[in-house]
């Protein structure tokens, strides 16, 4: 049995760096605006794991307006995640990701996070896909005031022997 997720999430973007993402501080002159840390990779990747298993999205488990999820570590979140993965019996086959930003460029960094992702995940590298694009000077992204992370993610059921 497998089943397919998809997330997806959008933050407003603010002067002063550095830009968490995928659990990683990359080097930039903004930042995600946000009640928890903001690193809205995390955040999409969480919400298409959730979504995969029919169970309700990050908002439902982790509310931005309590002060316990105020400037929580994301990765807290995605860990939470992968537990409720493991007891509904699955693992994730593998992992799509596109991040949409005009600035800064994300090509520099992309190796390092797919490497963190994987290894938060307990998968190999090679079945982590990590895009980035801009908007093309388009809209509120492209005008470089918000970021968005789409993920897709494909789960498989985990058969003990
Ligand atoms: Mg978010």
Do not use: Q
């Not at 690193?39 to 919400?47: G, L, R, S, V």
């Not at 993610?153 to 985990?158: A, K, P, Q, T, Y």
């Amino acid at each position: 049995m497998m089943r397919i997720g998809y997330g997806e999430d959008i933050h407003r973007l603010e002067s002063g760096g550095p830009l968490r993402l995928f659990g990683i501080d990359i080097p930039a002159n903004v930042h995600t605006l946000a009640h928890s840390d903001g690193d809205c990779a995390y955040h999409a990747i969480a919400d298409a794991i959730l979504g995969a298993l029919s169970l309700r999205d990050i908002g439902y488990y982790f509310p931005d307006n309590e002060e316990e999820t105020a400037g929580m570590d994301s990765e807290i979140i995605l860990r939470k995640v992968l537990e409720m993965m493991e007891e509904e019996g699955y693992m994730i086959n593998n992992i799509d990701v596109l991040v949409t930003l005009e600035r800064p460029r994300l090509s520099p960094y992309i190796d390092e996070c797919i490497n963190h992702l994987a290894e938060v995940l307990g998968i190999r590298a090679s079945r982590v896909a990590i895009k980035a694009m801009t908007n093309e000077g388009l809209g509120a992204i492209g005008e470089g005031l918000a970021i968005r992370v789409v993920a897709n993610v494909l789960l498989e059921e985990v058969f003990d022997e």
